[in-house]
């Protein structure tokens, strides 16, 4: 299924001042950072990885569910919907997470 191109733009605006890079995987469009995967495109909303100790941290915030992959929940990773997306101030502390986690990984 091919990914929202709406949604990626918002992401791409949301990571313009940071050298993350676009891969295309599991049907949708991931943003890369030194080399990890730090958020994408999903049908219908987006993911954020999140790392395991901000995990329940970011489930708590308004929009914030587990993401699911083959029905299971991906622990460190969260997603949210279009709804979410749209507000300036939720995407920003989901990004802000991930961006926290990414950045404290070595790069690859």
């Known amino acids: 299924m091919p990914y929202d191109d709406g949604i990626a733009q918002i992401l791409r605006d949301d990571l313009s001042a ?4 676009e891969k295309k995987m599991f049907g949708g469009l991931c943003f890369m950072l030194h080399g990890h995967m730090l958020c994408g495109t999903l049908e219908g909303g987006a993911m954020y990885r999140v790392g395991p ?26 997603e949210c919907d279009l709804d979410t997306l749209q507000d300036d101030a939720k995407r920003a ?3 802000s997470l991930a961006l ?5 990984l070595p790069p690859k």
């Open 18 to 21: 940071t050298p993350a890079t």
């Open 93 to 95: 502390a989901f990004l």
């Open 53 to 78: 100790e901000a995990y329940e941290h970011a489930l708590a915030l308004p929009g914030g569910r587990p993401m699911l992959f083959t029905k299971r929940p991906m622990k460190g990773f969260v």
């Open 100 to 104: 926290s986690f990414v950045n404290s």
